[in-house]
């Protein structure tokens, strides 16, 4: 934020010693105490220009901006050709949010002959402010072009390229800054910032360590460590700093929100919410608060809510692409909509992120879905794929491999070794599949029974197992390599303690994390009383409705159709592996085709299966008021009906990659995990 100029011009000379010793020592005491001495002189009417100068840098300094205004405009009235006081007049208009006010002081300053470098970058922070951001930008290069050391102008130069989501060049202006001012802790805080914009959270850890090394704790930092932790996953870590940031200042509403967040992703939507209450009530105007408490929103089916914020947030932020991505998703837009004309300069623009044209991409394709036009849809989800794969690269022979090697450890004779034992107080129900092979809809069914609590993908295995053994825990085959007894037991006793906090007393809960499947073995070895539901749909079906979404986090196969059609395959050998294995009254298998033809009788077998009485309700789960974060959030708040995707058709010259790797046999699955395994080990 644009701070006061202490040095007023002709009148720098005049200034009384105790205001510069006030100024130059940011004492609080010292600042009280000249600005009530020269309160005195103000109120005697006298025409001391250089007085109310003076007295409204203090009261800035005193957060009391609405009175420095006033003396500003007091020193301007009494000093009319002094352009730094114009140019605080700027920076105090900035500060109480009037920034159109703002941008006619800096005018004026700059017609007065102000220091030109400074009025410029003032000028573009205003405009920034108002969204104007390509005026913004220019303000701030044509500041560099008179200073191009000015380290504040590269800071404010990165802030505009963010906001205009031309992030690579954002964190190119923010190095430049860095450059010129290494220690500064607030540009290795704004370093941090663009890293996480552009999904670089371990490298934004780097520089917030930097941060904090050379400055004691403060808000944003702290903050913005929180966005970086739960961007990998590390959501107890991430909640700490939350709290640590409001522990400094309770009135900053980026904590609360990044907290928010977290809770969103810790199961805890009812905190969730009131956290991103608090944060939009000190910042209305926040575009993520708005956006991430939209999605909130949805995940608990208040779509027209949702929908009305989201619109809300793309009108103060009309260059954010995943707003428009969000948009589609909740509504059908038609080709008139003005969002969609945004959408089609968007996919033409230039500078523009990867990460933001592939959300254009993907909203395009929703807007060709909805509208009919399936060719236009394959299009552009070919498109924001190829993106998507580009930023999150994925290693189809160490993922097969993965497989290949679970299957080759786990085997019967390694279960009955470590069988036995595992915390036998919870029963837990474990959903598996593929993604979009309708585990949402089971776990919906479930969950309107009012002894279960659905939980969502809420990652608590993988988390236990972390807890239990984190310096093993990254690549599932080796872990299971070391399993021991005790281990296995204390996985169960942590997991069981994660997921307790969730339920009320008595109540069964329902696991949707897809990628347990790779850890059934374990899962069944430290919960023995748990049962496990695997979700099954029409392979190609499957495939395509994947590779028609995108995914927030993890299903890298998704992306390219061959790699689906490969993983398919290869995650049905390891069912199959799973089926010889576990108990057999442990795993049920549920076709999604079955449960639209015969809603009743599945959801009834299903609740025998979890040892559950039958509860009519289950049939009523489109009813069922619980947060769902899926991409089937809409589809399972509707009565279901059979309604056939018609992509296998109309992409039919689109699919041979897709149907050559589903053709292949399960042997010749097995085969190609194993040549993928070893390859990963060469």
């Not at 050391?149 to 430049?176: I, Q, Y």
């Not at 575009?287 to 027209?304: C, H, K, T």
């Not at 497989?403 to 450890?409: G, H, P, R, S, V």
């Not at 589903?662 to 085969?671: G, H, K, V, W, Y």
Request: proline fraction near 5%.
């Amino acid at each position: 934020m644009p701070h006061p100029d202490p040095a007023a011009g002709k009148m720098r000379a005049r200034h009384s010693p105790r205001f510069e010793q006030a100024v130059a020592m940011k004492d609080p005491a010292r600042i009280d105490k000249a600005a009530a001495e020269l309160e005195k002189i103000v109120k005697t009417g006298r025409d001391d220009a250089r007085a109310a100068f003076e007295l409204g840098v203090l009261r800035f300094l005193q957060n009391r901006r609405a009175d420095a205004y006033r003396h500003f405009a007091l020193a301007g009235r009494l000093a009319p050709t002094e352009p730094v006081i114009r140019a605080n007049l700027a920076a105090t208009a900035f500060a109480l949010g009037r920034h159109e006010e703002a941008i006619g002081w800096c005018d004026n300053a700059l017609a007065l002959g102000a220091e030109p470098a400074k009025a410029w970058n003032m000028r573009g922070n205003a405009l920034r402010a108002l969204g104007r951001l390509e005026e913004a930008l220019r303000c701030c290069e044509r500041a560099l072009e008179l200073r191009p050391d000015f380290v504040e102008a590269w800071s404010d130069c990165g802030a505009a390229l963010t906001n205009m989501r031309r992030l690579d060049a954002a964190l190119a202006a923010t190095d430049k800054a860095l450059s010129l001012r290494p220690d500064s802790a607030p540009l290795h805080c704004n370093r941090a910032a663009a890293l996480i914009e552009l999904d670089r959270a371990a490298e934004a850890l780097l520089a917030l360590d930097k941060a904090l090394a050379l400055a004691p704790p403060n808000v944003i930092a702290l903050n913005n460590r929180a966005s970086a932790l739960k961007l990998l996953n590390r959501m107890d870590e991430a909640l700490l700093c939350c709290e640590a940031s409001l522990a400094l200042d309770r009135d900053h509403a980026a904590p609360w929100l990044t907290r928010a967040d977290v809770l969103c992703e810790l199961g805890r939507p009812d905190e969730a919410l009131a956290s991103f209450q608090e944060g939009l009530a000190r910042d209305p105007h926040n575009v993520a608060g708005l956006a991430n408490m939209s999605q909130l929103l949805a995940d608990l089916g208040r779509f027209p809510e949702a929908t009305a914020m989201l619109r809300k947030a793309i009108e103060l932020a009309p260059c954010r692409a995943n707003l428009y991505y969000n948009l589609a998703q909740l509504e059908k837009l038609t080709p008139g909509d003005p969002a969609v004309a945004a959408l089609r300069e968007q996919a033409e623009a230039q500078g523009l992120s990867a990460k933001d044209l592939m959300f254009t991409h993907y909203a395009l394709a929703k807007v060709g879905e909805d509208n009919g036009d399936r060719e236009a849809e394959f299009r552009h989800l070919a498109a924001g794929s190829a993106l998507k794969r580009g930023l999150t690269p994925y290693d189809e022979a160490a993922e097969l491999g993965e497989i290949a090697k679970t299957m080759e450890i786990f085997d019967e004779k390694m279960f009955s070794l470590l069988a036995g034992g595992g915390e036998r107080s919870l029963a837990p129900i474990f959903i598996v599949g593929m993604p979009r092979s309708g585990s949402t809809l089971v776990e919906q069914i479930l969950a309107s029974h009012e002894g279960v609590r659905g939980l969502g993908e809420v990652a608590a295995f993988s988390a236990a197992m972390n807890e239990t053994a984190p310096r093993r825990a990254g690549h599932f085959a080796n872990f299971a390599r070391e399993l021991t007894r005790e281990t296995v037991d204390a996985i169960g006793a942590a997991y069981a303690r994660r997921v307790g906090r969730l339920a009320a007393p008595g109540q069964r809960v329902v696991d949707k994390s897809l990628d347990n499947l790779l850890r059934l073995g374990l899962i069944a070895l430290a919960l023995p009383s748990a049962r496990i539901i695997h979700t099954r749909r029409d392979p190609v079906e499957t495939c395509l409705s994947c590779y028609a979404k995108w995914f927030n986090a993890g299903y890298g196969f998704s992306y390219d159709l061959g790699d689906l059609g490969r993983y398919y395959r290869a995650q049905e050998s390891l069912m199959r592996h799973w089926s010889e294995i576990l108990p057999k009254d442990s795993l049920l298998s549920v076709d999604h085709e079955a449960v639209v033809a015969d809603i009743e009788g599945q959801s009834r077998r299903i609740a025998a299966f979890c040892g559950l009485e039958w509860n009519p309700r289950c049939l009523d789960f489109h009813k069922t008021e619980r947060p769902v974060r899926t991409a089937s959030k809409m589809q399972v708040r509707q009565p279901l009906f059979d309604a056939p995707s018609r992509r296998a058709a109309a992409w039919a010259g689109h699919l041979d990659g897709l149907m050559a790797a589903l053709a292949q046999s399960n042997r010749e699955a097995s085969a190609s995990a194993c040549q993928a395994r070893a390859a990963s080990e060469r």
